[in-house]
């Protein structure tokens, strides 16, 4: 680590949706850190903390912030009225979800209620002494914040002056029992002959979500976010909720699931598209399925790809999945036209094809190298580019694996299955 440097609470004023009570710790790292090895453990002191830590980049932060309400990667929402009923069903769903596989950990998204003491009044020692409701409430005032007395200007400036009782600064219930109140005949009571204190708790955060009570809890993986919100859903299956209350998963999963929606429709009408241009300027359906026959092993390199580097599939991952549905056919297009181009100049088909094959080696290969080496900055995440690698990662696998299969594979298959039928004809004869 270079640096380390703490925010506590937030400015007066400001759009900051975090409450007061939150810290950040920001921790630059040197040049030559370990991104993922540091991360590792400074979680793993997080986790040991007693309180709830979240790990994470400020972009990623932020982003999850905007887009699911929270960073964590599942948040169980349970939503009611009652906040003590919930913190208690709060406690036994931490403990189902600890058992689930694929959950590193699970905390609570608030804090635990904070300690106070509530004054109650004696309305019949009230009535009997005849102290007023406005006297106590006036005289705890002066004994705690004080009552202001005077106000004076000193040009622009605006002074006021304040009178309290005096103290050593301890506050506890039995030194405010001794508070003197004076009735308005001259009498002196004490506070403790009028009232007494009792122990209680106070929410330290009430947090809402359209118009209603919830409490959650942040869950961090260590998978597939996907599969381990199906086992947390199994998991939720007959838990035992206050009248009134239910559940909703939230944070990453619940924008990953609709963006993955969205995506998949992206798919189809791109898919779609490319079939389309793909016949209009080819006009049959066989060579055609000869260009599309690169899209499932460009797909396979992307998945072997982000396999190797760790990665999950994610949304940027599938942005690279349909980026590669127009740089994957490019290279197979350029093949079965310079071929079409040399049989209409009246070579055989097969002397075509080779001919074709072999004449456009190198242009291929420069055309997925100077892809791959655009895609280089993102795939090492240069410059903050943590987000993108995904991305990156995908496009890179399915570049190479398609590019190789073109030049390898792609000659033959072409010579299978697009071969004219005039020429089948007469080979058969």
Same mark, same amino acid.
């Given at each position: ?14 759009? &900051?949706?975090?409450? *007061? ?6 921790? *630059? ?17 997080? =986790?040991?903390?007693?309180?709830? !830590? ?10 999850? =912030? ?7 990667? *599942? ?12 913190? #208690? ?12 596989? #694929? ?107 359209? $118009? ?18 199906? %086992? ?11 009248? $009134? ?7 990453? *999963?619940?924008?990953? %699931?609709?963006?993955? %929606? %969205?995506?998949?429709?992206?798919? !189809? ?18 060579? !055609?399925?000869? @260009?599309?026959?690169?899209?499932? &092993? ?14 999950? /599939? ?31 100049? #009246? ?35 240069? #410059? ?15 570049? @190479? ?14 010579? /299978? ?7 089948? @004809?007469?080979?058969?004869?």
């Amino acid at each position: 680590m270079e640096s380390v440097y703490r925010r506590s609470g937030r400015a007066e004023v400001t759009e &900051d949706p975090c409450p *007061i009570t939150d810290s950040e710790i920001m921790v *630059i790292l040197k040049p030559d850190a370990d991104e993922r090895t540091v991360g590792q453990e400074v979680m793993e002191a997080a =986790e040991a903390m007693p309180f709830p !830590v979240e790990v994470n980049t400020p972009m990623q932060e932020r982003i999850a =912030e905007g887009i699911g309400g929270t960073p964590a990667d *599942i948040q169980v929402k349970v939503f009611g009225r009652d906040l003590e009923a919930l913190r #208690g069903s709060i406690k036994e769903l931490r403990e189902r979800l600890m058992k689930v596989e #694929g959950i590193r950990s699970v905390t609570p998204d608030t804090p635990d209620p904070m300690p106070r003491w509530r004054l109650v009044l004696d309305e019949e020692a009230l009535r009997r002494l005849g102290v007023s409701r406005s006297l106590v409430t006036r005289t705890l005032q002066a004994a705690l914040q004080g009552l202001p007395s005077e106000i004076r200007f000193e040009g622009p400036q605006r002074i006021e002056r304040m009178v309290r009782f005096p103290n050593d600064g301890r506050t506890s219930p039995e030194t405010l029992k001794g508070t003197p109140l004076v009735l308005d005949d001259g009498r002196a009571l004490t506070l403790g002959q009028v009232a007494h204190f009792e122990e209680a708790s106070t929410p330290t955060l009430v947090r809402r979500e359209s $118009g209603q009570r919830r409490i959650g809890l942040n869950i961090r993986t260590s998978g597939d976010l996907g599969g381990t919100a199906k %086992r947390i859903e199994s998991a939720l299956e007959g838990v035992k909720l206050p009248e $009134g209350a239910f559940i909703k998963l939230g944070g990453k *999963i619940e924008e990953a %699931r609709e963006t993955q %929606r %969205r995506l998949g429709l992206a798919i !189809v009408a791109a898919l779609t598209l490319v079939v389309g241009l793909l016949y209009i300027a080819l006009k049959t359906w066989r060579e !055609v399925l000869v @260009v599309l026959a690169t899209l499932p &092993d460009a797909f396979a390199g992307a998945l072997l790809a982000l396999w190797l580097a760790g990665e999950t /599939w994610n949304i940027s991952s599938i942005v690279g999945m349909i980026g590669l549905f127009g740089v994957a056919v490019q290279n197979s297009l350029v093949l079965i036209t310079q071929a079409k181009s040399l049989m209409a100049q #009246g070579l055989p088909f097969e002397a075509a094809l080779r001919e074709a094959s072999l004449g456009r080696v190198r242009p291929k290969l420069m055309t997925a190298g100077a892809a791959i080496l655009g895609l280089m900055p993102m795939l090492f995440g240069f #410059g903050g580019s943590e987000l993108e690698r995904p991305l990156a990662i995908a496009m890179v696998g399915g570049l @190479v694996t398609s590019t190789l299969f073109t030049l390898l594979a792609l000659p033959s298959f072409y010579a /299978w299955v697009g071969k004219p039928k005039t020429e089948a @004809v007469a080979e058969y004869h």
